[in-house]
């Protein structure tokens, strides 16, 4: 009885709704008078599989600061994507920089046709059935990612009247 008083308490974080994926992670350096100062860029995708999905980037001075920083700011800059039937209402393209996407609608059954940080993005956000295309000729992955969020901003759903 005595004893039960002193047992440790263990708290337990609460489950965090949103999934988390690194894309990116770089090592930057900064020239100075001094010689070099080294810091690291991580690029974090969030997303809940319901239609909510963020970006977030953001450098440290260590990996789990920088991964740690970016998932905060991913979950600042949330964003609702529409799906109709687990896939986009329509077609749609996007350009951020040199990083070009082109989004398609796809049927039921036909799966996520889409490449590196695109299938990320889809997958968090919870869409299943789309075909996408990145027509830049880049391999930036922030940049890439950049399009896709942009290319999820322009989805509208049709309203029927």
Do not use: W
């Not at 329509?90 to 609608?105: C, D, N, T």
Request: hydrophobic share 40%.
């Amino acid at each position: 009885m005595e004893r039960e008083r002193f047992r440790r308490r263990t708290f337990e974080k609460p489950k965090d709704e949103f999934d988390s994926k690194l894309l990116d992670l770089a090592r930057v350096t900064r020239v100075t008078a001094g010689g070099k100062r080294l810091r690291f860029r991580a690029v974090v995708v969030v997303g809940n599989k319901m239609g909510k999905v963020g970006v977030g980037v953001s450098k440290g001075l260590d990996v789990a600061q920088a991964v740690e920083k970016a998932t905060r700011m991913a979950k600042k800059n949330l964003i609702v994507v529409p799906i109709v039937e687990d896939t986009i209402p329509h077609e749609v393209y996007a350009k951020f920089g040199a990083a070009e996407i082109i989004l398609k609608p796809q049927r039921k059954g036909r799966g996520l046709v889409a490449g590196g940080v695109v299938r990320v993005l889809c997958t968090l956000a919870g869409i299943k059935n789309i075909s996408s295309k990145v027509l830049g000729r880049t391999g930036n992955k922030l940049n890439n990612a950049q399009a896709t969020i942009i290319a999820f901003k322009e989805l509208r759903i049709k309203s029927a009247r």
